[in-house]
């Protein structure tokens, strides 16, 4: 058995008994929030159910679905299915309104998200032999926490460097002879900048595997920094309401795709209209059940997450379903004059152009009248020219590209090397400026 297994007796286990483990852990926590959390036993009530009616795992589509309104209006400790006093932990996420969103976890939760990190971060070939450099905050955001506990549950070294200070983590993976770096992929973009403006040798350097993850990576940002920091660039998701990182991450032998730790969450994938389940393969919005939480036990959590799920074999050797990457979400999309955009979509186009940087941001605004989309474009230095007629050309050049792709034509604006703000942690690209009256 190769070592990149943590838990191989659950990472390869036949689809029968993966089916079976989940319908026994559904039970257990179907009845667990049902005994513990008054806000699930009123939803139950109101659909006349008991958890004994829960006999199969198709049954779990007469549960009610839960999202980030459940959490806001029971805020902060009504899902919490445990005494307070019992509780090792919070963290939070920042809701779209308003406050965050608030999950606990006890012992037993801290536990199995460690697992489940170290299960996920071993599937990319992260061993005990491994340095890992830590580059998201320690802080309520569950990213840096999250992976530290992962990282050091598979006995590698942590440097717990957290977020910010690019030059300092560049004196990092010098001196300490970092291997791994965890982060966005938009900080490690940065990082690749600053090292190269700063003479930072990346090819020489000891780092070899980056953990990326709490925002979208497009192939194309994935192949760029992998060129530029000479590293192997592997995507993990995740989300708060779960817990954070450790629901999927890629293996090395399925890049476009991220196993899903099912012995841990049940996923369904549903039509975000109508909320009726989709079969196996179609896109469509990612719902997930916890199958053993204590403290917070999550049924039926809608994502907005898009995304198609398979359960065929992996050349890994793993049978856990897998996931294709996150693009988009539900509530991503813009609406620009009646065609549905995602941001995503710029960046796959600005990924293929020549001289164009992967930073970028859309502005959309209706001062006009007429919903205008502005796309702020940044160039690479040997793009810049004195001519304006050859600035000119490649702007129109990018306008052509974006509106064969969006079918809207936006305005674009070149914007010079550097010009475009930097994020340390998930980077900000759209900006809607419409009044919503
Ligand atoms: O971003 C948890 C996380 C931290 C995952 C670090 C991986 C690494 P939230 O802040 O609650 O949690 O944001 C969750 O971010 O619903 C997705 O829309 C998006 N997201 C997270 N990871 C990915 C990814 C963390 N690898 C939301 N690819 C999710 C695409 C991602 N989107």
Same mark, same amino acid.
């Given at each position: #058995?190769? +070592? ?9 286990? +036949? ?109 990319? *070939? ?12 320690? *802080? ?97 998701? *995740? ?49 997930? +059940? ?7 036990? #999550? ?119 550097? *010009? ?18």
């Amino acid at each position: #058995m190769s +070592s990149d297994f943590f838990a191989p007796e659950i990472e390869t286990a +036949s689809r029968e008994r993966i089916r079976a483990i989940q319908l026994e852990k559904l039970k257990n926590q179907v009845a667990w929030a049902y005994d513990r959390v008054p806000w699930y036993k009123a939803r139950f009530q109101e659909r006349g159910l008991k958890p004994a009616d829960i006999q199969s795992l198709a049954d779990i589509a007469r549960l009610p679905f839960t999202d980030k309104q459940v959490l806001r209006d029971t805020y902060p400790y009504g899902l919490c299915a445990i005494p307070l006093d019992d509780v090792l932990r919070l963290h939070s996420s920042s809701g779209t309104t308003g406050k965050p969103i608030v999950i606990g976890f006890n012992q037993h939760d801290l536990d199995i998200w460690s697992d489940c990190v170290a299960r996920m971060v071993a599937m990319v *070939g992260v061993t005990r032999a491994d340095r890992v450099q830590m580059a998201f905050g320690y *802080g309520m955001f569950t990213g840096g926490f999250g992976l530290h506990y992962g990282c050091e549950k598979l006995g590698c070294m942590m440097v717990p460097a957290g977020s910010g200070n690019t030059e300092r983590h560049l004196m990092m993976i010098e001196d300490y002879k970092t291997t791994v770096l965890i982060s966005t992929p938009s900080y490690a973009l940065h990082m690749c900048e600053v090292g190269e403006a700063c003479g930072f040798d990346w090819q020489a350097s000891s780092l070899r595997v980056g953990l990326f993850g709490g925002e979208p990576c497009t192939p194309g940002l994935k192949r760029e920094i992998e060129s530029r920091m000479h590293i192997v660039c592997t995507d993990n998701y *995740g989300l708060t309401e779960l817990s954070g990182p450790g629901v999927g991450g890629e293996c090395l032998h399925s890049r476009e795709h991220n196993h899903i730790a099912e012995d841990q969450f049940l996923w369904e994938i549903i039509d975000p209209r109508t909320g009726e389940p989709l079969p196996e393969g179609s896109e469509g919005e990612l719902v997930l +059940s916890t199958l053993d939480r204590q403290a917070f036990p #999550m049924l039926r959590y809608r994502t907005h997450d898009l995304t198609a799920i398979t359960t065929e074999p992996c050349a890994c050797g793993r049978t856990h379903a897998r996931m294709t990457k996150v693009r988009a979400r539900t509530d991503d999309m813009l609406i620009v004059r009646g065609t549905n955009i995602f941001p995503t979509q710029v960046e796959d186009v600005l990924s293929v152009i020549q001289g164009v940087t992967p930073h970028y941001r859309i502005v959309i605004d209706n001062e006009t009248g007429l919903d205008r989309m502005t796309v702020m474009v940044e160039l690479k230095p040997e793009a810049i020219s004195d001519s304006f007629e050859e600035m000119d050309r490649f702007r129109h050049h990018v306008v052509d590209r974006l509106r064969q792709t969006l079918l809207v034509t936006p305005v674009v604006k070149l914007i010079e090397p550097n *010009g475009i703000e930097r994020s340390f942690g998930k980077s900000k690209h759209v900006e809607d400026r419409r009044s919503k009256l």
